[in-house]
């Protein structure tokens, strides 16, 4: 297997010309399966699996991960070019459960991306349609097709219960499930994630620490149906309110940020905090800095 995306250097277009032709299904599919390799090794990243760590699971590790990211890879070009082809919402779906398969089948039953499938795949799907418009890929126009073309059917699934752990503790607890955020066009995504990851980068913070900055931020705005399936609303709250509080201290570009991330890090496996929708969200945070709708990471 070639190694990670992240682990490559990162690449610049061969010729001028590439850096300006429209990104194809490949280009964009190829993005999330190497965003979702980053949000990977992003470490510390308290209660998740990391390349050294697995978090507060016990049934799951980074190999788990590199099976699910490579299972996943056909799906995301797919996705994007159902975008393309201005696919509505029961054949993205369709996609996306047989994605799903893949990755259940990657994992031997294991869910480690459920919800990225179905966050990433709803923006391929966008960046896919505004390609086909010739439209620009910016996190407004992401944001607008994805409430445009696909909104009413997301607020109509959102209507249906959930089956899942999240998704039942959520509605559990009056929290808003994965399926309630898409139909609100990803609020945590673009008004917390994309403004977070900008001032990091604005800040002049390396690829990490921008990373890391953004997914405290974003743990801190989202109502993470897997950490009040794990902990109830006292679990969630508590993540919540430690992610405030990193942040309060410096955050990210405090010097002493992985060490005070890695502390969390004991007290969420001390409670099988898992916050797996915040590291999906960072994902697709990563995803727009790749598909260059949100600035550049530094190269290091
Ligand atoms: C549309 C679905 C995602 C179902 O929606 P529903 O609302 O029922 O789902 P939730 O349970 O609320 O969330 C599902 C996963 O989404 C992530 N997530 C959590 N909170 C949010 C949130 N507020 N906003 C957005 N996304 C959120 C999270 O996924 C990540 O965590 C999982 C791994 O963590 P882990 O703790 O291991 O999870 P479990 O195994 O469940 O718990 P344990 O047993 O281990 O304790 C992993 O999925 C990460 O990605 C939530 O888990 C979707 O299921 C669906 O219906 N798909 C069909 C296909 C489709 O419609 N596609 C559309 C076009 S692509
Ligand atoms: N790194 C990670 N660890 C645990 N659950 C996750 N869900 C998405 N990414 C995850």
Known sequence: ????????PVRRPARAADALRAPTAADLGRAAAAALHDELALAPKPGLVTLTSNGSHDDM????????????RRYF????GLGMAGADFEALERAGIEAEACMLAATGGINTHRGAIFLLG???ACAGALVSAGQPLTPTR???TLVERWGAALRRRAQRPSTLPGGMAARRHGLRGASEEAALGFPAVFDVGVPAMRSALAQGLSRERAQLDTFFHLMAALDDSNLAHRGGLEGL????????GFLADGGAAHPLALARAEALGQ????????PG???????????????GAVGAFKVR
Do not use: K, N, Y
């Open 61 to 72: 590790d980074a190999r788990t991960f590199f099976r699910s990211i490579a299972a996943l």
């Open 122 to 124: 709803l923006l391929c």
């Open 237 to 244: 709250r508590f993540a919540q309110q430690a992610a405030r």
């Open 277 to 291: 929708g915040s590291a999906d969200m960072l994902a697709a945070v990563c995803w727009m800095v790749r598909i």
């Open 142 to 144: 992401l944001r607008a």
């Open 77 to 80: 070009v797919r996705i994007a």
């Open 1 to 8: 297997m070639s190694s990670p995306a992240h682990e490559r």
């Open 267 to 274: 007290d969420f496996e001390a409670r099988r905090l898992s």
